[in-house]
């Protein structure tokens, strides 16, 4: 039996589509009964016959930081897909971060070794790659370095792939994605597009790299069928400033509004601000220093390697724009 984690999360949901159109219904992971709610929507969109598909998910409930429950949730499992995760940029959540990105990961892969599942595909993300600034193109083999300033989020996101290193060094067989921002139907970034949307005009000059949800779950899915294993895939398809994605989005929904760069000084003052109020003990910080650096600098993010192992093409980010 298959597991898939996070099925109520935006990867997670279009994963559990992906498998239903293929009549596979795994056992889904959730956390709270409402928010079953996304996978719903989704097959509503997707299958005339929704409820009768909708209703052959073997729903289990579970929290990544909760080893009994996760251990209740491997009973009969053989494959996993781990798609849950916790996604923040701000610094006030790093113990979040790291509690469910990383020793939640540590947890998953000891009970996929205790209970002898064949494979595991593991969702990372580009943000757990090295991000030396003297390297304008990063890929699989660039080097995570501990002296360039990183995310609380990144720091998570590594840890939790050194766990699964870690159990594939004691025999898991598993394989690695690094997907780049992942772009579809209720994907989290539409959150923040629709402030854009709504009138916002402000951007960064940093590059953004990009994927369609698409692609991420196909990949996914061939790799859980496929040979390959301890091996890690970005999954990039294209890498855009934050000027032009934002642009070509308000484009395609007929908005025509130019968008301007923040200084980056502006956002170091908020940050030093931040600092100050935290401090003070009113609000612990968003900011990172890591963070702001990571909007002003301007990389290629290669999403090439899977190329190579399958056989497969990214789909063109404009395409899933305006389509
Ligand atoms: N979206 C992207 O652009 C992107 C890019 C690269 C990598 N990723 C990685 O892909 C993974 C999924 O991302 P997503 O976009 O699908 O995020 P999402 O929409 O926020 O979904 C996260 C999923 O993880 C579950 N989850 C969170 N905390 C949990 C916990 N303590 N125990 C069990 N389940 C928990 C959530 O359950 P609830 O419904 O109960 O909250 C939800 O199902 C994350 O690991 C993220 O780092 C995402």
Known sequence: MILVTGATGFIGSHLMCHLAQKDIFPVAMFRHESNKNVVWKLFESQFANAQERFEKITWRKADLRDLPSLGAAFEGISHVYHCAGYISLAHRDVNKLLEINEKGSAYL????????????????????????????????????????????????????????????????????????????????????????????????????????????????????????????????????????????????????????????????????????????????RFFTRALISSQYEQKTIAGGKIKSFIDFEYSPITRLIFD
């Open 109 to 284: 892969v000891d009970l996929c070794l205790s209970h002898s599942v064949k494979k595991l595909v593991y969702v990372s993300s580009i943000a757990a790659l090295g991000n030396d600034p003297s390297f304008t193109v990063i890929d699989e083999s660039t080097a995570w370095d501990n002296n360039t300033d990183k995310s609380p989020y990144a720091y998570s996101k590594y840890g939790g792939e050194m766990e699964v290193w870690r159990a594939m060094q004691e025999g898991l067989n598993a394989v690695i994605v690094n997907p780049g921002i992942v772009l579809g139907k209720d994907s989290p970034i539409e959150k923040i597009l629709e402030r854009y949307y709504k009138g916002l005009r402000w951007t960064t000059p940093g590059t953004n790299a990009l994927v369609n949800i698409q692609d991420v779950i196909l990949v996914m899915n061939e790799l859980m069928h496929s040979k390959i294993k301890e091996e890690r895939f970005i999954l990039v398809a294209e890498n855009w400033t934050g000027k032009a994605l934002v642009e070509t989005l308000l484009k395609a929904r007929n908005f025509n509004r130019r968008v301007l760069f923040i200084p980056k000084g502006l956002l170091f003052f908020l940050w030093a601000l931040e600092h100050l109020i935290q401090v003070l003990g009113i609000r612990k």
